[in-house]
């Protein structure tokens, strides 16, 4: 089932950024930094990531510096954020070790 890609309102992003840990809003993008102990953690890390983008047909803006990621994340077709952004967020977060 494919996931809305309207336009969220400001207060639907309010609401769904204060649902997410570790993300920060920056205008109508979702951005966050990841930091793992060696470069092939932060790469196999992104190699799990492009199978969530390939699914969801999402790609982020991202890049690696040797042991850190950082992903951006907005719907650019959309001229915003959207449901898509928030699932996409989701499935990134769940790659993630649990603490």
Not at 16 to 45: I, K, M, Y
Not at 72 to 95: I, K, M, P, S, Y
């Amino acid at each position: 089932m494919p996931v809305d890609r309207r336009p969220l309102s400001a207060d639907e992003v309010s609401r769904l950024v204060e649902t997410l840990d570790g993300w920060e809003l920056d205008g109508s993008t979702l951005r966050r930094q990841l930091v793992f102990d060696t470069f092939v953690q932060a790469f196999g890390f992104m190699a799990q990531v492009a199978l969530v983008a390939e699914r969801l047909n999402h790609h982020p803006n991202w890049s690696n510096v040797y042991n850190r990621v950082d992903i951006a994340v907005t719907t650019h077709d959309a001229g915003g954020l959207t449901a898509l952004d928030f699932e996409f967020v989701r499935q990134v977060d769940a790659l993630l070790p649990r603490a």
